[in-house]
């Protein structure tokens, strides 16, 4: 899933590619994932694109005909990108195809989805705080305001683990799961802390575990083609996605804990005093 340094190396990459092109094709092929129908989307077909920008892990292409493509990649969604759009044809429910978008130098990209369940989500919208998603989103961590007294107030009162407060988009815009796990590992913390209990220490060392995180990750993503950035993001992931592999830091096994449909992964000797937590399916079950 892509999340703040990936859309922001998809927007930087898209950036420089489509700003001051005409839009000529905007095609939705997935029909479920188009959420708004006023403006409709073809509204952007003539219009020159004026910029491209993220809000959280929004995607937001604006445009001089007062409409702005957004949208939202969710779990397993992807752009590809092509400097010469295929001119085939997308027949509606038997492609990952989702979106296609086309510019009057022959280029133009791909959404893409996979699997079966579906959560990609565009909207056509004349402002981008029409999208109830973007609406609700908390500051950006990385945005100039954003400072140590920010955080510590975020934090502040919440009785509620830490690792869900760092993925609540409507507390910190961008990070999800797999950003959340590595700022957590960096931090040297328990996923299971909880926020309002944190000390001044801990919130002074977790501040800049996520800001260093999610800078590197950014300096990795810059620059990257679409298709490289996936790679990249793995690449530098130290315990999210890597269970049973040896913790760079101090060697120990990384471990996972299972949820529903994800799960987090830690270092116990760095995060816990040595102390596994405890598998979540399981002890539902022993409930
Ligand atoms: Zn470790």
Redesign the pocket.
């Known amino acids: 899933m892509p999340e703040m340094p990936e859309v922001e190396g998809l927007v930087e990459f898209l950036r420089g590619r489509v700003t001051g092109l005409r839009v000529d094709k905007a095609t939705v092929s997935a029909i479920n994932a188009l959420k708004t129908y006023d403006p409709p989307l073809t509204a952007l077909v003539g219009a020159h694109v004026t910029g491209v920008d993220r809000h959280g892990k929004f995607l937001d292409i604006a445009t001089d005909g007062a409409v702005h493509l957004v949208f939202h990649l969710a779990k397993a969604g992807w752009l590809r990108w092509y400097d010469a759009l295929p001119t085939t044809i997308i027949k509606p429910g038997k492609t990952p195809i989702a979106l296609r978008v086309g510019f009057d130098d022959g280029s133009g990209f791909d959404l893409t989805e996979a699997g079966t369940k579906k959560s990609l989500a565009v909207y056509a919208v004349h402002s981008p705080a029409e999208v109830p998603g973007i609406a609700r989103l908390g500051p950006d961590p990385l945005s100039a305001g954003f400072d140590r007294a920010t955080f510590g107030s975020l934090l502040a009162g919440r009785r509620t683990q830490i690792k869900g407060v760092l993925r609540d988009q409507s507390i910190i815009a961008g990070v999800g799961n797999a950003y959340s796990d590595e700022i957590l590992?960096a931090a040297k913390m328990s996923p299971y802390a909880l926020a309002a209990t944190l000390s001044d220490d801990e919130v002074d060392r977790l501040f800049t575990a996520m800001t260093t995180t999610l800078a590197e990750a950014i300096h990795e993503a810059r620059g990257k083609p679409p298709a490289e950035l996936k790679d990249a993001k793995r690449r530098g992931m130290r315990v999210h996605g890597r269970r049973g592999e040896a913790?760079?830091?101090?060697?120990?096994e990384v471990r996972s804990v299972f949820f529903a449909d994800n799960s987090l992964e830690y270092?116990?000797?760095?995060?816990t005093g040595g102390k596994l937590l405890a598998d979540r399916r399981l002890s539902r079950l022993l409930k």
Not at 267 to 271: A, E, F, L, M, S
């Open positions: 590992h913790c760079p830091v101090c060697g120990d270092c116990p000797t760095c995060q």
